[in-house]
């Protein structure tokens, strides 16, 4: 498959009007801030979101927001096996930000650590966590292993497993008002 077409902070910015941005980010990630304008359609969700996304491309373009742009780009891929075309935002929210560019943030909404860094970290406490306990069990080492094996396989598959588990945590979800997928799906519908 093809990469999917992609913009700079700059192209995207000056264009921005011209777009429907959809955020494929966890809900939490999104509220602590997003590119203006943009809806939150979680990448595990985006199949259940494609009819809808068809009917926005089908009014104008679409630009796929994350937080580095890996999800963004595997969404882009997802969404032209639908046969619905969209570009990515190079480097994503990260280089928006980098940029010199605001982010939105709703009100009350709480900053979360982009879900990479949260799996950086959990990853590195269960090694750790597996090499100490080691010492005194030492087939806790396993612990180590099975880990740097789950990250070996998230890099070849380019899916992580971990995340998916971390995006279900209470601080990884949006407000209520934030995380209302059945109204971004009406709005895209519009």
Known sequence: MPT??????????????????????APGEYA???V??????????????LPALKSASARGSLLVVCASGVRSTRACEILAGADIEAVTLTGGT?????DGRGLDQPEGARST???ERQVRLAAGSLVVAGLAAGVRFPAAR??????????????VSDTCGMAAVLSKLPHNRAPRAV????????????
């Open 142 to 155: 396993w612990l180590s292993a099975g880990v740097g094996a789950g990250l070996v396989y998230a890099a």
């Open 32 to 34: 602590s801030g997003h």
């Open 36 to 49: 203006p304008g943009a809806l939150n359609i979680p990448l595990d969700k985006l199949p259940d979101a």
């Open 113 to 115: 650590w982009p879900m």
């Open 4 to 25: 999917p077409a992609s913009l700079s902070p700059a192209q995207a910015a000056a264009r921005l009007e011209e777009f429907t941005v959809i955020d494929v980010r």
């Open 94 to 98: 990260s280089a928006w930000e980098g």
């Open 179 to 190: 995380g209302d997928l059945d109204a971004t799906l009406a709005e895209l519908q519009r």
